[in-house]
């Protein structure tokens, strides 16, 4: 197994079961861990749980990690067809409109009240 995917199982061991199957990738660079999601709202409520995940973080013997940092997969990935990435502020209201049904279901309030206010920015500018 190489450092990558045993810093992606400890970064998954370390998150609550829910968030953890959505984290698809790890990459460490000048000790900063970016962790890639696999959808908008698990990338906005991990970047709430970034500070407790760095405090109980044990990657042994491998790299130094100081911060992390958040990316989402759907940002970045290509359009079909294309070897363009897509632009990393598109916006849609078919996302707003899934990122406020994932709030609703939230049991912090914090993370419900943010989840509520980027939905309904992306809603209102698609």
Known sequence: MGI???IL???RQALPDFMGLHCRHCVVRDERLLIYMDSPAFASQL???APSLLEKLDVGSGP???DIQVRN???VAPEPGSSQ???RNARSSAS???LVAAAE???SEEIKAALLRLGRTLRGAG
């Open 73 to 75: 997969l759907l940002a």
């Open 96 to 98: 707003g409109e899934a």
């Open 85 to 87: 990435p897509k632009p």
């Open 4 to 6: 990558q995917a045993e």
């Open 64 to 66: 130094r990690i100081r």
């Open 105 to 107: 279901g939230m049991a």
């Open 9 to 11: 199982r400890r970064v």
């Open 47 to 49: 970047r709430f749980y």
